[in-house]
């Protein structure tokens, strides 16, 4: 019996609200599934692992070297590696912004509310003379509250703190900054709020070497803000940055009141907005010189649910039986010729390839592996062998059956079983990674059971024992989350949880995305996108309102490339279907997502395996962990010695230390690095107490 399963999706006022949460996940209920079989099928289940997918070898590792011998620490010589935030309170738009952009780096930062404490010494400086920050973050350059009350900082602290800048050679950043006083020769033009409508704001050619990462042409969208420009003089020391229209809204002054740095931004923003994603990287970097712990780079993962299965198509008829689709063998090499016209077409992208989370039970043990298969007893699985690398593959489960209460037997024999059968065809599948039939079985599920009623988060805590149990002595170390469930959701950016019931299973959560479970064709896709009765029968209406759920979600997603954020987005298999020649919603969506992400970065989309991306997520957990200890690493200007000693065993990412080739040694080692764009990127492996040396790279 073929397996069909069957998705609710929400329609009409609910979609809507939906995009502003990032999606619902459809409740996917599984109809019918294929029996385990006998003969060679019953002696798939006992057979070996399959062939496991190559982890890609070190390229680059960070350059460790000796402790410096102890001495004096001269003033100015050593500053930490955090970061300093000063704002008015804790209502201060701009803190929250700080905020964001510091937590997605990773970077330690302390904050300063001049409303509740003064600018002094001892706040600044440790009792041996090293600078507690390497970059000071203002809200604003006046430090005033939204209302333009004054908060209360002294001159005799302002002169505080820019001293602590000109002895320790530390860079000052402003938000919000109106044209300051001390550099009369930058004329403010005019103030004015900006609306939901966007103003261009454009970079100058100083603008790009500081935003490198950014598209040299890119016109940056700022609305919701409030705008001061300005009017350089002929000479004036001031090297604009950021233009709207002949005025500049952003600049650096080099040679700041003898000797300090300051770049100002002349408008206001707020937290995860497109202008402090775009934007925010960049001027963090500049403050420290591009030294500091933690890092960014930009992410593309998509998984393709339910290969192999055959699965509802369309909307749910009110009579009769519910249309079913599967992927045909064809339809699989049309979509790898459209991944890799999606490569041609956005190089940006590298190597792209989708992950096709799949379910073995139809997968045909005498299927030959090829890409013409006259007379294959399932062209899909012969297709799939012809293109095995094509993509990814990611165990789902044999048969798709929900697991909430599931018993330790099917537990082990649904996971242990796919993976035999990919064995015995040569599909090459990681053993650490298991992603669940509709993340079932990790504490989400309807109060009613066997209703259709909408999954309830009861909270990891209500997940199913005998399911983690079965997946850890199956030697699964990672399983799919869910990031539309607040309890799979991670307490710290691009990290894992420690699943409470299994502490040897971390959860990595996905992003779901409302490219309809059931839609195979823009017609279905609108239909279970809106209500379906306010969409127009005429062809092109259709087309048109299709492409707005595209552009709809691609800017969704976007918002995910452009904070760093590492999790893969979930599609499924009917949206694989080649509805017309070279044309599928899988990569109508990419395309749509591409195009934007094109126009405003420069920097490549990292596209790994998922044993890579899982490993990630689990060191920045561990290097999230380490920050929490509050130990510095201290970075000597003199010598360009970075030390850290660690609290714990663990990870730590660091940005701007030099960096090596890779021998065949350090494979097996605990460190790695990578250039991405212009930044070495180094993550340490950490051994509690024993003190680690790199050298600065500063920018």
Same mark, same amino acid.
């Given at each position: 019996m073929r397996s069909t399963a069957l998705t609710l999706q929400p329609r009409g006022p609910l979609v809507l609200l939906a995009l502003v949460v990032v999606g619902i996940v459809p409740l996917l209920i599984t109809l019918g599934v294929a029996a385990p079989g006998t003969g060679r099928q019953a002696a798939m289940a006992r057979s070996a692992a399959p062939p496991q997918p190559p982890v890609p070898a070190k390229q680059l590792v960070p350059v460790r070297g000796d402790a410096p011998p102890d001495g004096p620490v001269r003033p100015g010589e050593q500053v930490a590696l955090r970061q300093l935030v000063v704002a008015t309170d804790e209502k201060d738009v701009g803190l929250a912004a700080w905020r964001s952009v510091l937590d997605r780096i990773g970077t330690p930062y302390d904050v300063l509310l001049t409303r509740e404490d003064p600018i002094d010494r001892d706040a600044l400086v440790r009792d041996d003379g090293t600078g507690r920050y390497n970059a000071i973050l203002l809200s604003n350059n006046t430090l005033t509250d939204a209302s333009g009350s004054s908060s209360g900082v002294s001159r005799a602290e302002w002169d505080r703190l820019w001293e602590y800048e000109r002895t320790h050679r530390v860079r000052q950043v402003s938000l919000d900054a109106a044209s300051p006083d001390t550099l009369p020769c930058l004329r403010a033009e005019s103030e004015e709020p900006v609306g939901e409508r966007p103003v261009d704001v454009r970079l100058t050619a100083e603008g790009r070497k500081i935003f490198d990462y950014?598209?040299?042409?890119?016109?940056?969208? /700022?609305?919701?803000?409030?705008?001061?420009? $300005?009017?350089? +003089?002929?000479?004036?020391?001031?090297?604009?940055?950021? !233009?709207?229209g002949t005025s500049v809204v952003g600049y650096v002054d080099p040679g700041a009141d003898a000797g300090r740095e300051e770049l100002n931004v002349g408008f206001s923003v707020g937290p995860d907005e497109t202008m402090s994603n775009l934007l925010g990287f960049g001027l963090v970097r500049w403050a420290t010189r591009g030294v500091f712990l933690g890092e960014q780079r930009h992410w593309l993962n998509v998984d393709v649910d339910d290969w192999f299965l055959a699965t509802q198509r369309g909307p749910t008829p009110e009579s009769g039986p519910v249309p079913s689709y599967r992927v045909t063998g064809p339809e699989a090499l049309a979509l790898s010729r459209e991944q890799r016209a999606f490569r041609a077409r956005y190089p940006l992208v590298g190597d792209f390839r989708l992950n096709l989370a799949y379910n073995g039970s139809l997968l045909h043990p005498d299927a030959p592996a090829t890409c013409d298969p006259d007379g294959s007893p399932d062209a899909l699985t012969s297709y799939s062998l012809c293109l095995k690398d094509?993509?990814?593959?990611?165990?789902?489960? /044999? !048969?798709?059956? =929900? &697991?909430?209460? !599931?018993?330790?037997?099917r537990d082990y024999d649904e996971i242990n079983d796919n993976l035999a059968r990919a064995a015995a065809v040569g599909l090459p599948v990681p053993t !650490?990674?298991?992603?669940?039939?509709?993340? $079932?079985?990790?504490?989400?599920?309807?109060?009613?059971?066997?209703?259709?009623?909408?999954?309830?988060?009861?909270? #990891? +805590?209500?997940?199913?024992?005998?399911? #983690?149990?079965?997946? %850890?002595?199956?030697?699964?170390?990672?399983?799919? *989350?869910?990031?539309?469930?607040? %309890?799979?959701?991670? $307490?710290?950016?691009?990290? *894992?949880?420690?699943?409470? #019931? =299994?502490?040897?299973? &971390?959860?990595v959560p996905d992003w779901p995305t409302m490219v309809a479970f059931q839609a195979t064709d823009p017609a279905e896709q609108v239909a279970l996108y809106r209500d379906l009765a306010t969409v127009p029968e005429d062809g092109p209406a259709v087309r048109a309102d299709y492409r707005r759920t595209i552009d709809e979600q691609a800017d969704v997603a976007l918002e995910h490339l452009m904070s760093g954020s590492v999790y893969s987005h979930t599609l499924h298999q009917g949206n694989v279907r080649a509805y017309e020649s070279g044309r599928s919603l899988t990569f109508d969506w990419l395309d749509a997502l591409l195009a934007r992400y094109s126009r405003y970065y420069d920097v490549p989309l990292r596209n790994v395996d998922w044993v890579t991306l899982a490993a990630y997520v689990d060191h920045r957990t561990r290097h999230f962990a380490e920050l929490d200890h509050h130990e510095d690493a201290v970075w000597n200007r003199v010598t360009g010695a970075v030390t850290y000693t660690p609290r714990g065993d663990g990870s730590l990412f660091v940005t701007g230390v030099e960096t090596r080739p890779a021998t065949d040694a350090d494979q097996r080692g605990p460190d790695e690095a990578e250039r991405y764009g212009s930044d070495d990127v180094s993550r340490l492996g950490l051994t509690e107490g024993e003190t680690v040396t790199l050298t600065a790279r500063p920018r």
């Open positions: 950014l598209a040299p042409d890119a016109v940056l969208p /700022l609305s919701e803000s409030y705008v001061y420009r $300005s009017r350089p +003089e002929a000479g004036c020391r001031a090297e604009p940055l950021l !233009t709207l094509e993509f990814r593959w990611i165990n789902h489960t /044999l !048969t798709h059956p =929900q &697991m909430k209460a !599931t018993p330790y037997e !650490t990674v298991l992603k669940t039939p509709e993340y $079932s079985g990790l504490g989400v599920y309807a109060d009613r059971p066997d209703t259709l009623d909408a999954p309830v988060d009861h909270g #990891l +805590e209500a997940s199913n024992k005998d399911l #983690l149990r079965a997946a %850890s002595d199956l030697g699964v170390d990672y399983v799919h *989350g869910n990031m539309d469930f607040p %309890s799979h959701r991670p $307490s710290c950016f691009n990290c *894992g949880i420690r699943h409470p #019931l =299994q502490r040897d299973v &971390m959860v």
